[in-house]
């Protein structure tokens, strides 16, 4: 009987070490040698994946871990390709500039020849503001903070302020997210369009047409941009700016800002460089133009509402993807944090399975003696 007993206490243990037994264990009992063929808990052992300890959390625990694991490096490869992003759109906007200068400059000339008393535009003409129209500017996907919905609530709170001074109010809508929140409230939208992650010229140039046709048309008095500041990597502005009718003081007199993604210490910055105001082209007093003045002014106003538009698209995607760059940033951190505690928590569980085993194979061997 004493014989079968130990052969039993014997086998529960070997189930729990780590080492390999042999066909026939020796144990000491008494001064004698008793030998047990322990083949059958042996075979268990190595075929046995883990421990199940606490019914089964720590197993479950161990899988968590696993799932955070994979998660983290999701968010920081989205980290990574939203950083190379910005970088792209910062070289965009870079690419612009010497167009954008050079038209401001020529504009400045021509008003600075004409005279701004003599220029009689209907694009630089203010009426009696009936109507206005928002072109509300936001993202096509999500994980990216509170982008989207900072600038769906100031252009809610927008046309709510327009809606109780008594003034119609409608939208062009840039971005898959602005679309969607606006067309289940019911709102009057005139026009809709992707933001994408690469605005160019032709996007551009689809939201101006029909921002100029809208207002040349008579349907609105009034187009008013709304649209995401790029600030830096941690911060975005929600700006409100009139589009048309244009100001020509404005179109000559305000400056731009270029920013340049950086890093310092192994993270990420962002520096903006304010630019002097473009200087009005001279044009000789005995300058022959194949054209009026007038309607070269004419001409350049579309462009420039077009690289405008395209501006401040270039400014609210690196805006959108800087969001981006900061929720996965901080979504890899807590991911981090989450596996460490569950790792502790993982080795408690372990800890306190083995020690309890240890307890009750001591207790056993205890009550034979």
Do not use: W
């Not at 270029?258 to 007093?285: C, H, M, Y």
């Not at 807590?334 to 207790?363: P, W």
């Amino acid at each position: 009987m004493r014989f079968f007993c130990v052969a039993a206490v014997l086998a529960t243990a070997s189930a729990f070490t780590t080492s390999v037994p042999t066909a026939f264990a020796p144990l000491t009992t008494a001064g004698n040698n008793v030998f047990v063929d322990n083949d059958a808990s042996s075979q268990a052992h190595r075929t046995r994946k883990a421990t199940i300890v606490m019914d089964g959390k720590a197993n479950a625990i161990r899988d968590r871990i696993k799932t955070v694991t994979n998660t983290k490096k999701i968010t920081t490869a989205m980290k990574l390709v939203a950083a190379a992003k910005v970088r792209r759109a910062q070289d965009a906007v870079i690419a612009t500039r010497p167009f954008s200068e050079t038209l401001q400059s020529v504009f400045g000339g021509l008003i600075s020849r004409l005279g701004p008393d003599n220029v009689d535009l209907p694009l630089l003409t203010s009426r009696e503001v009936k109507k206005v129209t928002l072109v509300v500017i936001t993202g096509d996907r999500g994980l990216c903070g509170g982008y989207n919905s900072f600038m769906i609530k100031k252009a809610e709170a927008r046309y709510n302020e327009l809606q109780k001074s008594g003034i119609k109010v409608d939208f062009i809508l840039v971005g898959k997210k602005g679309v969607k929140y606006f067309e289940r409230r019911g709102v009057d939208i005139r026009f809709k369009a992707d933001c994408g992650q690469k605005p160019d010229v032709k996007d551009a140039l689809n939201i101006s047409e029909e921002i100029i046709n809208t207002f040349l048309s008579g349907e609105t008095d009034t187009v008013e941009l709304m649209y995401s500041k790029f600030v830096s990597l941690i911060a975005s502005t929600p700006s409100v700016r009139t589009l048309v009718p244009f100001s020509a003081s404005a179109m000559t007199q305000e400056g731009d800002e270029v920013f340049q993604l950086t890093s310092s210490e192994g993270k990420f910055e962002v520096e903006r460089e304010a630019l002097d105001i473009p200087e009005p082209q001279e044009f000789p007093n005995d300058m022959i133009f194949e054209q009026d003045p007038l309607q070269i002014v004419n001409a350049i106003l579309p462009l420039y509402l077009n690289g405008q538009i395209l501006r401040s698209l270039q400014e609210s995607v690196a805006s959108e993807l800087a969001s981006r760059m900061q929720s996965m940033q901080s979504a890899s951190d807590n991911a981090g944090d989450l596996a460490k505690r569950l790792t502790m928590e993982y080795n408690r569980a372990r800890q306190a399975a083995v020690t309890q085993e240890l307890l009750e194979i001591v207790s056993g061997a205890a009550a034979l003696e």
